[in-house]
Every structure is written in C-alpha cells, then in structure tokens.
C-alpha cells in the first residue's frame, strides 16, 4: 500500500494544519492522548492507558493505509500533533455513507480548534468526502442504547448536524441559568460561593480583609465561609491532602468496616438490588465489599464502577487492596471498572446509575459543592444514595482551629442538609456512636433521589 503520508492531503487552517500522521508524532500523540477524560467519550479501541506501545501500533497502522480506504490525519497546532480526525468510508448497502470521528488534547480545548478542524474537513472538495456535503452533517436520528463505553455505560448514538469541541461539559441540569461568575459553584439550583464573593451568582465582592498568609494560600483557615466551612480549596492544597492519604493507607488492612456497618444498622434498610452501583473515593479497601459480606443480606450488583484518585497507587502499593486483580475479593463475577481520577472529574456521567456509595469521602476532596452535584446528576430518577458524612460547625466556634493535612474540606451542616433535603430518606442516623465517639458529628443517611424542578 502507499504511505499515507505521500497520499494524502494537507489542509491548513487559521488555527490548526490537518495532515498525515508521521512516525515523528510519537511523543506528542502519547503526550496528548494519555487522558481519561478523552477516552471515556471514545470508543474502546482508543487505548487507556496511552502507551508507548499504543503510539506504535496507531502509527504503524496508520501509515499503512490508502486514503480510499478511511482518512486518517493529524491536527497540528504549534507544529505539534495534538489531536486526531478521521473519516471512515461506508461500503455495500453503506456506500453512501460515512463516520466522522475526532479528539483533541485537553490542554486545547475551548479554543475552537475542533470546529476550525471539522469545518477544515466538511468543505475540502475531495471526492471522497461528498457524501458530507450531501448530508450537510443534519440530523438523522438516535440509536438508543446502542453502545456500551469502557466504564461499562450503555448510551444512546447521536446522528447529528452540529460541530462542537470534544469537551466534556458540566452537565448540572439544575443549574441551567446559574454560572455563579466564576466565583463559586453551582449545586441544585444555588450558588455556593467562594470566600471573597457572594450574592445570588457570587456576583459581590465581600471585601472581606486578607491576612498575608491567605494570599499564599498556605493556611486552611482562608478558606473558611462562615455558612458552608470549607467547601473549597486550591489544587495545591488538595494534592498535599492527596499525597498523605497514599501515605497512610499503605499501613492500614481495613477502612472502618466495623464503625460504618454500625452506623448504617448493618443496612437492614437498604434495599437488596442496587443495579448498577459506583462507589466515589473506594479508597485501597472499598465499603462496598463489608456490604456484599453481609451475612444476613444477600445483594445484587449488576457492574460496579470503584473510583478514587489514587487507585492506581492502592493497587501497586497497598498489600491488602480489596481490587488488586481488577474485581472485589470473592465478587469476581460483578463486572467492576476501576478508574483512578479526580472525583471532580465524574462531571462526565448523568443518568449513569442507579446506586451511588460515598463514605467519609467529601474532607478528602478539593471541592466538595462539586462532587455533591456530581452524585445528584449522575444517579437516576428514584435511585439510591448511601452517603456518610461529617459535618464540622463545633470546630469553627472554638479558636483551636488549625490545618489538618490530610483532611482538607470540612462543611458545615448546612451543605449536608442543602444536598440530603433533596433525596427521600430511607435511613437517617445523626450523631451515630461511630462518629461521635471520635467527638465529631455526621450522618449515616440513605435516600433515594426526589425529583426537583430545574431552575
């Protein structure tokens, strides 16, 4: 076969030049490819992780192809290959027909890169892209439930017309008409607002007086709203939290299971089919796996997703990591997806599953209003919340407050009830025993999801 990049064309555009892949690539395909956020709205064939051994396989194939056959080519911005588009040609019954496909690296996006490179691709007067001009890329229908991504998701295909950036959006239904300026973050209709601002949409600068040391950004109680505690702290903060948490779970062989099993009555409430389940911050041991132990209960999993930031580490390092072979210890027969990112992160999911479990998860976080509208969005209509939390007002009324490292959000009750007044209780135990006798306050709380009116 021909090289492709003898072959095929090169298109220049304002803000991108698309053209052939060439071995020369490498470094930045692996650089701009490594990405979850990327291939989770791919199809599987997209590897993650990107390895070395994934650019050579992509290249070498690449290269070896006709442009008859499917056109393959890179998008090079800063003389750097920083993304990907293609089209794959329809054959027999589908001639008429053909697939547009494309990615591009994160640190691109929302610079309208993508739509030059699509637009780039539509208008060309190639031969073999009439059937785009034909089809004037509108809408033709959807598949409804017609692919399965690799977190296990099953999702509708979109025929359609418009050209977007591959960027996974917020999507916080019921936060449509609220951007809180940038200064604050949308959750269930209301703007919880960073230190400095407040208003409907964080809209006023408070004013309030900055010591030194809150202009470093190296004292916790900077970050202190006098509604909410601290909901909200800097990246750099949140990774010296992430950091000692590696640290010291390396030593320990259980997460509480006694305390919180207590705390839940054993989940004598807790309905026994949760279908598809995710656990947020599953840590190196998981709650999920003392619940299917339960030897009274008998539940049902259909797939599970374990998510916490530092999974990949627990499973390198942690010796008693309840996934270390990619399934629940004795569970090997629930279909499990591990994925090690940011909770943050999840903003991706929205209808995605019909029981969410989160532990004690929310102080380890760097933004707790963001996770909350995570779990809201992502869990369907009726589905179940198991949600255990501390709330943490007593340490703002005393003058003993300092940092702590490893914990770096504490809300106040308010938050916890602004999120839990949204779900119909099925179990609510303040103040259990397994908290407060470490002298916190908190709730073990089941619920399933109220439906609200989007504001």
């Not at 439930?145 to 418009?162: A, E, M, P």
């Not at 705390?263 to 709650?287: A, R, S, V, W």
């Not at 072979?325 to 999840?346: H, K, R, W």
Request: proline share 4%.
């Amino acid at each position: 076969m021909t090289n492709a990049s003898e072959d095929c064309i090169r298109l220049v555009g304002d803000k991108v030049i698309l053209r052939p892949w060439k071995s020369e690539d490498k470094r930045s395909l692996i650089e701009n490819g490594n990405n979850y956020k990327i291939a989770i709205n791919l199809r599987n064939q997209f590897p993650y992780p990107y390895t070395e051994q994934s650019a050579d396989e992509w290249l070498n194939f690449v290269t070896s192809l006709t442009c008859t056959e499917r056109l393959y080519l890179a998008i090079e911005v800063d003389e750097k290959a920083v993304g990907g588009i293609a089209i794959s040609f329809g054959n027999d019954v589908h001639d008429c027909t053909a697939e547009l496909g494309y990615w591009l690296g994160e640190s691109y996006w929302n610079r309208g890169i993508m739509t030059e490179a699509v637009v780039l691709l539509r208008n060309t007067n190639l031969a073999s892209t009439k059937v785009l001009e034909k089809a004037q890329f509108q809408f033709e229908g959807r598949l409804r439930k017609s692919v399965i991504n690799r977190d296990g998701i099953v999702l509708d295909q979109l025929f359609d017309w418009t050209i977007l950036d591959l960027t996974p959006t917020r999507r916080d239904l019921t936060c449509q008409h609220h951007d809180c300026s940038q200064h604050g973050t949308c959750l269930i209709g209301k703007c919880f607002c960073q230190v400095d601002y407040d208003g409907i949409d964080c809209e006023r600068i408070s004013y309030q007086p900055k010591r030194k040391s809150c202009i470093d950004n190296n004292d916790d109680t900077c970050f202190i709203h006098p509604i909410y505690g601290i909901g909200q702290v800097p990246a750099k903060r949140w990774k010296a939290a992430l950091k000692t948490e590696r640290s010291v779970w390396s030593t320990q062989s259980n997460d509480r299971w006694n305390d919180h099993l207590a705390g839940f009555d054993h989940y004598k409430t807790l309905p026994n089919d949760l279908g598809e389940m995710i656990e947020m911050g599953c840590g190196p041991f998981t709650q999920t796996l003392s619940i299917l132990r339960l030897p009274k209960k008998k539940v049902n999993i259909t797939k599970l997703t374990l998510w916490d930031p530092n999974a990949n580490d627990y499973i390198k390092r942690v010796k008693y990591c309840s996934y270390k072979n990619g399934s629940l210890i004795g569970f090997s027969s629930i279909p499990t997806t591990i994925v090690s990112a940011p909770s943050e992160d999840m903003n991706i999911y929205l209808n995605a599953f019909d029981t969410i479990l989160m532990i004690n998860v929310l102080e380890h976080v760097q933004n707790a209003f963001q996770i909350l509208q995570n779990l809201y969005n992502s869990l369907r209509p009726n589905g179940i919340l198991i949600f255990g939390e501390r709330w943490w007002d007593y340490m703002f009324n005393t003058e003993k407050y300092g940092g702590d490292v490893l914990h770096p959000i504490h809300i106040k009750y308010y938050v916890w009830k602004w999120f839990t007044d949204h779900f119909e209780p099925i179990y609510d135990a303040r103040n259990h025993q397994s908290y407060s006798k470490y002298g916190h306050n908190g709730s073990y709380f089941i619920g399933r999801k109220r439906k609200v009116k989007f504001v």
